[in-house]
């Protein structure tokens, strides 16, 4: 069985900075894209940023220039460095891993519990 795991959140003042972390386990060959998206109450989920497993990133435009993605591919984990944080950053942030390789030529999309990042104003 794999599996993603966040930690990381909490609460933070305007202005702060947070890091989230998201660890991958279980038997897997590779992941082609790992990302971050957020879910804000009453809104839809959305994409923060991903990176592929050769280091391309994308960001959304309302994070770009203060959030920062990462990988560490053979410890099977994705980083999101959030800097200047907003009280708009406010939402459960979850981990995402698509193109996931496991036994049997198989491919698997998977996501994380969820972690709160809360931004105070």
């Known amino acids: 069985q794999v599996q993603l795991v966040e930690s990381g959140g909490g609460l933070v003042q305007a202005g702060g900075s947070l890091r989230l972390s998201c660890a991958a386990s279980g038997i897997m060959f590779s992941i082609d894209v790992m990302g971050w998206y957020r879910q804000a109450p009453g809104k839809e989920r959305e994409l923060v940023a991903s990176?592929?497993?050769?280091?391309?990133?994308n960001y959304a435009d309302s994070v770009k220039g203060r959030f920062t993605i990462s990988r560490d591919n053979a410890k099977k984990m994705v980083y999101l460095q959030m800097n200047s944080l907003k009280a708009d950053d406010t939402a459960v942030y979850y981990c995402?891993?698509?193109?996931?390789?496991?036994?049997?030529?198989?491919?698997?999309?998977?996501w994380g519990q969820g972690t709160l990042v809360t931004v105070s104003s």
């Open positions: 990176i592929t497993s050769g280091g391309s990133t």
């Open positions: 995402n891993a698509a193109g996931v390789r496991v036994l049997l030529s198989r491919y698997l999309e998977l």
